[in-house]
């Protein structure tokens, strides 16, 4: 989960959904041909997954992952900030974990999981998400869900690749 500690902009915002959606993807796709890693597209069904997880998020007022059983097979990043945020501004808050990935020992590490799942090769489509109000403690939430699931044990030496 990636929390931003910046000051937002004050006033009332209105985000466009399906605008930060095609934000995200080019974001996701750029940072991924980086990575030796395919292009990834946008699941509608994921999309609603997304979604449906980032309003209730902002609704019960709380930053967790969406419940494993809910989403089988079916990895899961999170954000959040006081103000809108582009796509490749939250992209880039779970890419800029690459800089406490060590991949001369490749593997699962919390402080590096949104960064690998973002760029995990065998990845093939994404859905996501964003709450249309703020939540209680005035944060949007942002969710990310990737199919096939990333941050498999054993196999981040062939998904997370050297940048080229």
């Given at each position: 989960?990636?929390?931003?500690?910046?000051?937002?902009t004050?006033g009332?915002?209105?985000?466009?959904?399906?605008?930060?959606?095609?934000?995200?993807?080019?974001?996701?796709?750029?940072?991924?041909?980086?990575?030796?890693?395919?292009?990834?597209?946008?699941?509608?069904?994921?999309?609603?997954?997304?979604?449906?997880?980032?309003?209730?998020?902002?609704?019960?007022?709380?930053?967790?992952?969406?419940?494993?059983d809910?989403?089988?097979?079916?990895?899961?990043n999170?954000a959040?900030?006081?103000?809108?945020?582009?796509?490749?501004?939250?992209?880039?808050?779970?890419?800029?974990?690459?800089?406490n990935?060590?991949?001369?020992?490749?593997?699962?590490?919390?402080?590096?999981?949104?960064?690998?799942?973002?760029?995990?090769?065998?990845?093939?489509?994404?859905?996501?998400?964003?709450?249309?109000?703020?939540?209680?403690?005035?944060?949007?939430?942002?969710?990310?869900?990737?199919?096939?699931?990333?941050?498999?044990?054993?196999?981040?030496?062939?998904?997370?690749l050297?940048?080229?």
């Amino acid at each position: 989960m990636a929390q931003a500690s910046k000051a937002g902009t004050p006033g009332a915002q209105t985000p466009n959904i399906e605008n930060f959606r095609q934000e995200v993807l080019v974001a996701h796709n750029k940072r991924r041909e980086w990575h030796q890693a395919p292009p990834v597209k946008l699941s509608p069904e994921l999309n609603k997954l997304a979604q449906e997880w980032a309003e209730n998020l902002a609704k019960q007022n709380k930053f967790e992952h969406s419940p494993a059983d809910r989403r089988k097979g079916i990895g899961e990043n999170l954000a959040a900030h006081t103000r809108v945020l582009s796509g490749d501004e939250v992209v880039e808050m779970w890419y800029s974990e690459i800089q406490n990935y060590n991949f001369q020992k490749p593997g699962f590490a919390m402080n590096t999981s949104h960064f690998t799942q973002l760029v995990w090769k065998d990845c093939q489509s994404i859905g996501v998400g964003m709450s249309t109000q703020k939540a209680g403690n005035g944060m949007y939430m942002y969710v990310a869900n990737y199919q096939p699931a990333g941050n498999v044990i054993n196999y981040f030496d062939k998904n997370v690749l050297t940048k080229k």
